[in-house]
Structures are given as structure tokens and as C-alpha cells.
């Protein structure tokens, strides 16, 4: 088990243009989390994946995002027109979940780092 | 609202010396805590979490932090840093029996810095 991981890194991007970002989950998982952190704030809460079923968004994710988890495997979450407000470090989780309840522990990716010029 | 304050963007102590990061949170039912850790260039990772039971949690490394509900408090201490718990530090908070995943709410972080 190699953890969660993510690429890219690092982006950057101007003004304008689509990029995407792919996580790969801990194998096991069924949930997978994806959350935007901007500087000198903790993760926000963007959408979840229960399986392959995308369950919840937040108000935070416009309709210039969007998210899939193909297969219950692997996610991408796709920015299209970019905005220099997206500019923020995208961390994806995933986890272990019963139906119901989310105390369970979620394990972190090192996260996407955009910059949006 | 739920929300969760960490009171300290920073706390700078000297190796060995005790620490304590505050985390206050403000919720209308019962709530599962959390601490995650993020170490220089490395993902969020759980510290430890307080579920039921003991309102004194232990990690594996020294760090420990006490359920207050009367005080709606989670703070983490630990009696002797070493340089490498340089890291920042999240307090989280989720509500009992929620059916949303939004709720998941993180506090702003607590960066630690260890001085020789």
C-alpha cells in the first residue's frame, strides 16, 4: 500500500484554461474526499465519492468543477475557465466508511498545488 | 453554525519544552474530534481522535488532547517537543450521526516551530 497519491503537483496555468488533477486512492477505499486549501486555512470540504457515486457537493464547487470517480478507483476534478481565485493547493483523501456516518479516519494525499496567472 | 477555531496561527518553544495548541469548536449536538498533522511537504495525517469513551486521547508519539464539553474544547499538549514535531497542526470536528460528509468542518492550523 503506497498511500494516497496525486498528480500533478504542481500547476500552473493562465487565466482562462482547463486543467484537471487525478488521485489515486488507497486501494481498499470506498470513499474518496476532495478539498481545496488556500493559504493559512485548513481544507474546505469541495465533494465526496461513496464507491463510484458522487453524493455530495459543496457550495464551494461551482459549475466550473467537476469530479468523477469512474470505476469506484481513481478520481479527476477538472476546473474549466480558470480564475485566479482557484489558486489554492488541492488535497484529495480517501477512506474506509460505513452508510451513514463519517468518523472513520481519512488518509491524505500530498495535494495539487495550482496557480492560476 | 458548527466552526472550529485553533487560536494560534503559530506557536514557536524550544526543544523539550511543553506545548499546548488550542482548539475550540461551536457546534449544537455532540461531535467526533480530530488532530491530523501535516509535516513539511507530506499529505494531512491523523494524530489522534477522541470517538467515545476516555475524554483523554494518546497518540503514539507523545502528543495527547482532552475532550472538554463544557468547555467545547479539544487542545493538544505534549510535555516535550522535538524538532521533529515541526509541523502544522489541524483540529477537526465532524457532527455525530450526520448523513453529510459536509460537515466535516477543519480549523484554520497551528504552525509549530521547534528551536534547538
Known amino acids: 500500500d503506497t498511500g494516497v497519491s496525486q498528480d500533478p503537483r504542481h500547476k500552473i496555468t493562465k487565466r482562462g484554461q482547463n486543467v484537471t488533477f487525478r488521485c489515486d486512492p488507497i486501494?481498499?477505499?470506498?470513499?474518496l474526499y476532495w478539498y481545496r486549501q488556500t493559504l493559512g486555512q485548513g481544507p474546505e470540504f469541495l465533494t465526496y465519492f461513496q464507491n463510484e457515486a458522487q453524493l455530495e457537493k459543496s457550495r464551494l464547487l461551482s459549475d466550473r468543477f467537476s469530479a468523477e470517480r469512474p470505476k469506484g478507483s481513481f478520481s479527476t476534478l477538472e476546473i474549466q475557465r480558470t480564475e485566479q481565485g482557484d489558486s489554492a493547493m488541492y488535497l484529495c483523501a480517501s477512506s474506509w466508511g460505513l452508510a451513514g456516518s463519517f468518523e472513520e479516519t481519512q488518509y491524505f494525499g500530498p495535494g495539487t498545488r495550482l496557480l492560476v496567472l | 453554525a458548527q466552526s472550529v477555531t485553533q487560536l494560534d496561527s503559530q506557536v514557536p518553544v524550544f526543544e523539550e519544552a511543553p506545548v499546548e495548541l488550542r482548539c475550540n469548536y461551536s457546534?449544537?449536538?455532540?461531535?467526533?474530534l480530530f488532530w491530523y498533522v501535516q509535516y513539511p511537504n507530506q499529505g494531512l495525517q491523523l494524530l489522534l481522535k477522541y470517538l467515545s469513551g476516555s475524554t483523554l486521547v494518546k497518540s503514539i508519539n507523545g502528543f495527547e488532547a482532552e475532550f472538554n464539553k463544557s468547555q467545547t474544547s479539544f487542545h493538544l499538549r505534549k510535555p516535550s517537543v522535538h524538532i521533529s514535531d515541526t509541523a502544522e497542526y489541524f483540529c477537526?470536528?465532524?457532527?455525530?450521526?450526520?448523513?453529510?460528509?459536509?460537515?466535516?468542518?477543519f480549523g484554520s492550523g497551528t504552525r509549530l516551530s521547534i528551536r534547538p
Open positions: 477537526a470536528v465532524i457532527l455525530i450521526r450526520t448523513s453529510s460528509a459536509s460537515k466535516i468542518i
Open positions: 486501494s481498499e477505499h470506498n470513499r
Open positions: 457546534s449544537s449536538v455532540s461531535v467526533y
